[in-house]
């Protein structure tokens, strides 16, 4: 099969979504579905992938096909300190930066786990803690909109146990 | 109207949507529904009495026509649609009993078609995140906004909030496909001023808390981006981000990020520490496991105590990475042995105790004790945990007791002053202006042996089995302990002021007051290389630990924009393959004695030299290249100490400074001899430094940052 052939994908609501089968493997997930899979037996059937909402499998999509000349990185070998990421190419920092919207990063994010899109999911992971930097703890609640759930004893032991890591000190 | 006035059950009211009461059972299909819809008991039954307006001629499709600017004469009250009962039970009935058939199908005629057909089509059968039952993270701000949005409400007429009510019952109960379908054509009847509203609502209304709606392993691979005090921030938001936040997957990663070495990311740098708690540990087990474990010294960062655990021979491979502490030991030897519970330091406490080191070495802040007790100039100095030994021009080495600053013992044979001295655990050398290296013992103050230069001793260094000695006879000498054999390198024209062996290259370092650096080979007995440079005597050299990269700024910059624009900068982990043609370059740098004996490893390649020029300076010993000076001495150097985190110097000039290796700019000075310093000795928490005034002075980083006070200026 040539690599440049499409293939479908079907995503958890019906929605079909094609790919070149070279973008479809940089996915490891369905790189060794197909590997395993007889080609004859399910050339042209869609591949169903109803893990993933269309949405997300859609923007999943557009950045394997934008990356599907790079080489599939290895998953993380164990040994080797996994790469410091301080910065995103420019073609990622604006395919994050379209996406806009939370809910679907984080369909993303688990998405490409669920694909083993390794580049990926470090991109987006790289992209959800990039927000959280820096922020002051009431920030963080604030953004996220998370409740607090600790009793004022709780809140001061946890705040006097990580004072030694506050810029006044 | 009347009647619905007349029943307080039909006000319209919407429920917290965790409350998910009225359909729980899990494959109802639409689970992600479980707001709580109350109609009015008469949305089914009731006549109503809603005039049909614009629904009767309306054509099913979402218009623009009802643009509320476009008819502003309209009464405000009447503005709204009613439904008519028989719209009601033409089109929202039917629609709730079909996808609510648990409320709107009375159970006992359950509507079975239209449920199996209803699990067919929707096969999202989880809750959302949103309306997980369990989820707090949009507790608070949901219950208010419902308030105000029921207080609104009320202040409608009992028609608008009925019509209101109907096309939020229509909302809840459809499923997703519906819904978007709704949405839709709401949004597209909207004005910028209402898109507006939507999309303040919705950027508030859409922050997800990602430590509940992703996995946890995906959790934990997030935080590991964050920063040390973001980190602990982080711990302060709630019962479940503290619990993740200092997981040890989280800090061990973190460790291995700093400790040891430049985070590459932030700059900074933590000690290891490690060393101390090694020979805590060691002291307890070989009290209580006789017969004493034979250890070998370890300088590798964080890989554990348990390597050298005897006792525990099997420990797997993997468990070497992890600290094996019992809690407790450190403190209190005795309960050490009980076995049982053997606890695991979290890495999170690791990485604070260095952190704390870490911080107080950047900010200044120290606990100092002198020694004093010499009856002249201190020359040469080492420390270790507990042990301090100095030599001095008074003729005498002695040892200290660095908890209580008392002399220990005295070593006494040398008729002029000592200029060097070493130590380690089997024994002390000592070089002397009275032309002799002494080995002693240094636990019972017996001179093992006595060793003869034609002139004063300056230097000694021993590493391995060779002992190195440079001398104003302007020889170095070196004895190998196993032989008994020694020979002599002749090169220099003045004095050698320190010599530095690197056993592992078979070479060694050697600075004079020819104001050259030469670098040897201890096969051949040859000089390899001289590097000349310093315009005054060159009084210290060391070479730099292996992991030291030198790395011009310009050429680090050029570097990060080209990876950055970079399409993609897919991590390489094969090895470059020009890497070996480098390596044979570099190779046939050390000339024909390297290049012809490919097995035989390389000598450092940095070196740093102190000079009574004034200034420090790195060596490429490859190119013999200076890629850097120290400026910041007014006087010679005399004293010079490194490890990977820092440069220490000592000078004439009577101060002691610190340097940042990367950028070679000087962090902080500390002055307080009353005269030059002559010699610096450093650890992971602290630096020593002696003077001619006779004195040692010992700063320690390792305290509580509270009780310390700043020392020396920064700069």
Known sequence: MADNSMVTLMAADHIEIQATLQAVKQCATLGTMLEVLDEQQTLGLPIPVLEVSGEALKKVIEWCEYHREDMVVETEQPGVAAQILTSLPQWDTEFFANIGDKDLLIKICNASNFLEIPLLLQYSIFVIAQALRGKSTEEMRAFLNIENDLTPEEEQKIREDNAWAMPQN | ?715
């Open chain 2, 1 to 715: 109207m009347e009647s619905l006035v007349s029943q307080p059950a039909v006000y319209p009211s919407i429920s917290s949507p965790w409350h998910n009461n009225s359909h729980t059972s899990k494959d109802d299909g639409f689970m992600h529904l479980n707001q709580k819809i109350i109609l009015p008991p008469g949305g089914r039954t009731q006549p109503q009495q809603f005039a049909p307006k614009q629904a009767e001629d309306s054509n099913m499709k979402p218009s623009r026509e009802n643009c509320d600017r476009r008819r502003p004469g309209e009464d405000d009250t009447s503005r709204l649609p009613n439904i008519s009962q028989q719209s009601m039970s033409q089109s929202v009935t039917p629609f709730l009993r079909e996808h609510i058939p648990s409320l709107y199908a009375p159970i006992g005629k359950p509507d079975l078609p239209s449920m199996a057909n209803l699990k067919n089509k929707d096969p999202n059968s989880k809750y959302c995140y949103r309306h997980r039952p369990d989820s707090k993270c949009r507790r608070a701000a949901d219950e208010s906004k419902m308030a105000l949005i029921q207080r609104d409400l009320e202040t409608l007429s009992a028609g608008d909030r009925q019509a209101i009510t109907n096309v939020w019952s229509l909302f809840s109960a459809a499923p997703t496909k519906q819904r978007e379908l709704m949405l839709q054509g709401i949004i597209t009847q909207c004005c910028f001023p209402q898109l507006s509203t939507v999309s303040r609502e919705v950027h508030e209304q859409l922050k997800i808390d990602f430590l509940s709606a992703l996995p946890t392993e995906l959790s934990l691979k997030i935080l590991c981006y964050l920063d040390c005090s973001s980190l602990c921030k982080a711990a302060q938001v709630s019962r479940r981000w503290n619990a993740l936040s200092g997981d040890d997957v989280v800090w061990h990663r973190m460790c291995e990020q700093h400790i040891g070495r430049k985070c590459e990311k932030c700059q900074w740098g933590l000690p290891r520490l490690e060393k101390k708690r090694l020979r805590e540990w060691k002291i307890q087990h070989q009290y209580a496991l006789p017969p004493a474990p034979v250890v070998v010294e370890d300088h590798t960062p964080l890989v554990s105590t348990t390597t050298k655990r005897i006792a525990e021979p099997s420990e797997d491979e993997g468990q070497a990475k992890r600290r094996c502490i019992k809690e407790g030991t450190d403190r209190n030897p005795s309960t050490a042995e009980s076995g049982a519970g053997i606890k695991f330091r979290p890495w999170k406490d690791v990485y604070r105790d260095r952190f704390k080191v870490g911080s107080n070495w950047q900010k200044g802040r120290c606990t100092i004790k002198t020694f004093s007790g010499h009856a002249n100039g201190v020359t040469c100095l080492q420390f270790d945990d507990n042990m301090l030994a100095t030599g001095s021009y008074d003729a005498t080495i002695k040892i200290w007791n660095i908890e209580n600053n008392e002399v220990v013992r005295t070593l006494q044979g040398h008729t002029m002053g000592i200029r060097a001295l070493q130590f380690d655990d089997r024994m002390l050398v000592s070089g002397s202006l009275d032309g002799t290296v002494k080995i002693w013992n240094w636990r019972t103050g017996a001179c093992i042996n006595t060793l003869n230069h034609q002139g004063g001793v300056i230097t000694v260094h021993m590493e391995g089995d060779f002992l190195a000695s440079g001398s104003m006879d302007r020889s170095i000498k070196i004895f190998n302990f196993k032989t008994q054999q020694s020979f002599t390198l002749r090169g220099h024209t003045d004095w050698v002021n320190q010599v530095r062996l690197d056993v592992t290259s078979r070479t060694l370092l050697s600075a004079s007051d020819d104001c050259t650096v030469k670098m040897w080979d201890l096969d051949s007995r040859t000089c390899i290389r001289t590097y000349e440079g310093h315009v005054g005597q060159v009084q210290q050299v060391l070479a730099l630990p292996d992991d030291f990269e030198f790395e011009d700024e310009n050429v680090r910059e050029a570097d990060a924009s080209s990876a950055a624009s970079n399409r993609s900068v897919t991590p390489v982990a094969s090895p470059n393959p020009h890497n070996s043609s480098r390596q044979a370059e570099e190779r046939a740098a050390y000339g024909p004695i390297f290049l012809n004996d490919p097995e035989r490893p390389l000598p450092p390649r940095y070196m740093l030299t102190g000079s009574l020029d004034a200034t420090l300076k790195l060596w490429d010993t490859a190119t013999g290249k200076s890629p850097r000076c120290f400026w910041g001495h007014v006087e010679g150097v005399w004293g010079l100490a490194v490890d990977t985190l820092r440069y220490v110097s000592g000078a004439n000039d009577a101060t002691v400074k610190v340097w940042e290796p990367r950028t070679g700019k000087c962090e902080r000075t500390f002055t307080g001899h009353s005269g030059p310093v002559t010699c610096v000795g450093l650890s992971d928490s602290r630096f020593a430094s002696g003077g001619e005034d006779g004195e040692v002075r010992l700063y320690s980083f390792e305290g509580e940052p509270s009780e310390c006070l700043e020392w020396g200026t920064p700069s």
